[in-house]
């Protein structure tokens, strides 16, 4: 479904250029751990849940011995990917989940071993969804020693075009290695999964501390956009991710996902729109003096809270209490190189009390340098330039 904007918060320059759709990029069918067919989960998508795309991402271990996903199943998802995919209207992505366990090394010693495994010392790099906007002869898996780190996979995953996410980043050791990969794989390795720091499922509340996790790893000049998946099991995609992207289309979600112009939300379909000097989420920019946010949201619910995130901490919260906000603000603090994401909580309740939210994904900000004085600075000067023309015109 389209968000329209321009109900009662007037329209921004360029908002013609992208449309905002709606999808889930995480969830599992009977081909892995969950439940029901990729036919019946793609019809779930477009017909209950009314999603514009949604990824499938079944395990690459499949759900039986040999404990490897069979590549006729890898086959089967992918043409029915295809078969259901209506540009327009639906389109559906084929994935995988690269699930990498720890107890895939030989060295492991948590419990008995059943298959033979991989060489060397255990390594917690978590679980990745990897996905592609065209056929690929079949998974590279983390059972694979071709495909068992970050830096492998990125590389396998680059050569065909296809993204990959970080799944349900986690702050307890199965998580320790999650971001072990160089950063210049941002461009393949994109978007991370978000979801509050805590969570309240059937009256229990669960310290996720997700959100936390990847702050932590901007800190460290990580760069990565924000996702959300449901990680379902039960065949029941659900709105998750928001992309801006031109047109519904599988080359436009890529083009869109790849470029970071996505949000999270949780429970509620919320409409977010946060620019730095004209610049969307997701990109790395240059400004001269201070930078000029702009936030727009468009609530289902009274705004609680939107609060602007930056460089690890809150730098300022508006309390709106009106469904939608429009914010203009300049960071008089910037001092050279910052990064800033908003976040966007309702005063409302999913079934088990969670409010609904949302996340930008962030923009980096840099200062550009100061007028050159000499022959080499006027030269680092038109270098900088050509980078910031080169990088606006790739996110354009
Ligand atoms: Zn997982
Ligand atoms: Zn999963």
């Avoid at 470029?259 to 001269?288: K, N």
């Avoid at 309390?319 to 960071?331: G, K, L, S, V």
């Amino acid at each position: 479904m389209l968000l329209v904007w321009g109900l009662g918060v007037g329209s921004l320059t360029g908002c013609a250029r992208y449309r905002l759709y709606w999808g889930d990029v995480h969830g599992h069918t009977a081909n892995s751990d969950g439940k029901g067919t990729v036919a019946e989960y793609l019809r779930h998508a477009r017909e209950e849940a009314n999603l514009d795309f949604a990824i499938v991402s079944d395990h690459d271990f499949g759900n039986g011995p040999p404990w490897r996903m069979p590549a006729a199943v890898w086959e089967q998802t992918q043409a029915t990917v295809e078969a259901l995919t209506e540009d327009g209207r639906f389109v559906a992505i084929a994935g995988y989940e690269w699930t990498s366990q720890p107890k895939y090394w030989t060295e492991y010693a948590g419990e008995t071993l059943s298959e033979g495994l991989l060489a060397g010392s255990p390594r917690y790099y978590n679980h990745k969804n990897v996905y592609f906007p065209n056929r690929v002869p079949y998974l590279f898996s983390a059972k694979d020693p071709l495909y068992q780190s970050p830096d492998q996979l990125a590389a396998a995953v680059r050569r065909v075009g296809g993204l990959i996410h970080n799944n349900h980043p986690d702050h307890t050791s199965d998580g320790r290695d999650q971001w072990a990969y160089r950063v210049s794989q941002c461009d393949v390795i994109a978007n991370t999964e978000v979801m509050p720091d805590v969570v309240w499922y059937e009256g229990k509340r669960y310290e996720t501390q997700v959100e936390s996790v990847i702050r932590d790893y901007l800190n460290q000049g990580g760069r990565t956009g924000l996702v959300g998946g449901s990680d379902t099991h039960e065949g029941k995609p659900a709105a998750r991710t928001a992309v801006y992207a031109r047109r519904l289309t599988r080359p436009a979600l890529f083009e869109a996902l790849r470029a970071r112009r996505c949000y999270a939300v949780w429970s509620a379909r919320i409409g977010l729109e946060f620019r730095i000097d004209g610049h969307r989420m997701g990109e790395a920019i240059a400004v001269r003096g201070s930078p000029r946010l702009t936030i727009r949201v468009a609530g289902t619910a009274p705004l609680a809270e939107v609060a602007l995130v930056h460089d690890g901490a809150v730098l300022h919260a508006w309390q709106p209490e009106t469904r939608e906000a429009q914010i203009e603000f300049t960071d008089r603090s910037f001092s050279g190189a910052s990064w800033y994401y908003v976040r966007v909580t309702q005063r409302d309740a999913d079934p088990h009390g969670n409010p609904g939210r949302a996340w930008s994904s962030p923009i980096w900000v840099r200062a550009t340098p100061p007028a050159a004085t000499s022959t080499r600075g006027s030269l680092r000067e038109e270098w900088w330039r050509s980078v910031l023309s080169s990088a606006a015109g790739a996110a354009r």
